[in-house]
């Protein structure tokens, strides 16, 4: 695929929750089913695209389920939808599968967390394009910062599908081992032979991790690990390489910069506070360059994105 993927099949549907399960103190996975249209249209969902979730009706947790922190803020109404990208897609006949992966940060997410099997969730997608793959690459390293994790897992398991010439090397970072929002690390025979994350070796995907306070894996920021990866590959030939990225805004710049600096192509997933999802809004906007000159535009990170070629974001 050498074109930006988005879908036309886009609508508001009904998904049913098969399964709400912690994997972290503060991260979970939602599974997801879908039948009749909503299984067809997102049978074709892509890395990288993202759907709009309606919790305005979602209940609250017990107040001993409350974070101490977020007791204020749990009771704010929700008036607008969510949005999340889907760390797996799975179909199977007439059903459509996917699973998100999210952290409990505020009020919609709290109450995500009492979703439980046979609840009905309203979602307006596919939205927004996804990551594709130029043709003659052989190599895709996937940059992850913090919870930029799900459509890179989700992207690790289509290229391997996909595009099993391509040779997949995951990176992921956080300020602290607890932070990493997976469920496992390997074993430390798999650590030595390069697979630190379950969620990555499942697909064969080979995977670093980098911790900035030291407390797993590379000591440093993620960018600093692929830097160091990218020192240890001497006979590299960079137009066979890509980078994929989603994560915080400081690290996406990094990563753009160090494509830039190694002429490599890059992708990145941008991350806008989203009130519609589909353009309609405008308060997505992001600062984009003009193709050979010093102006910039905005384009929407719903529509336009969210993922971007790297030289055409204006960090």
């Not at 830039?260 to 192509?265: L, M, Q, R, T, V």
């Amino acid at each position: 695929m050498s074109e930006k993927c988005s879908s036309s099949n886009k609508g508001v549907f009904c998904a049913v929750v098969r399964d709400n399960r912690q994997v972290g103190r503060r991260f979970y996975r939602l599974g997801l089913e879908f039948s009749g249209a909503a299984a067809e249209a997102f049978a074709k969902f892509r890395p990288g695209q993202f759907i709009q979730m309606d919790l305005s009706g979602t209940a609250l947790p017990p107040a001993e389920r409350i974070p101490q922190e977020l007791a204020d803020a749990a009771r704010r109404e929700i008036l607008l939808r969510r949005p999340f990208s889907f760390a797996d897609v799975t179909v199977k006949q007439d059903r459509t599968r996917a699973e998100l992966l999210y952290c409990v940060v505020g009020p919609a997410t709290l109450r995500m967390t009492t979703l439980a099997p046979g609840d009905s969730v309203s979602v307006i997608g596919p939205l927004g394009n996804g990551f594709w793959t130029p043709d003659g690459k052989t190599t895709a390293l996937l940059v992850i910062g913090g919870m930029g994790a799900p459509p890179l897992q989700h992207l690790a398991k289509v290229l391997t599908a996909e595009h099993p010439d391509i040779d997949v090397t995951a990176f992921a970072g956080a300020k602290t081992a607890k932070e990493l929002p997976f469920e496992k690390k390997l074993d430390s025979i798999s650590q030595q032979l390069g697979f630190s994350l379950a969620e990555f070796a499942k697909y064969a995907v080979k995977s670093m991790v980098a911790t900035d306070d030291d407390s797993g894996g590379f000591a440093g920021p993620v960018t600093d690990c692929l830097m160091q990866w990218f020192d240890s590959q001497s006979d590299l030939a960079r137009d066979s390489v890509i980078i994929y990225a989603c994560g915080p805004e400081a690290m996406l710049a990094r990563v753009a910069e160090i494509a830039k600096e190694k002429g490599i192509d890059c992708q990145i997933s941008m991350e806008r506070r989203m009130a519609c999802g589909i353009g309609v809004c405008q308060s997505c906007a992001v600062g984009c360059r003009v193709p050979d000159s010093t102006e910039t535009v905005y384009k929407l990170c719903c529509e336009d994105g969210p993922v971007f070629d790297s030289k055409e974001v204006a960090f």
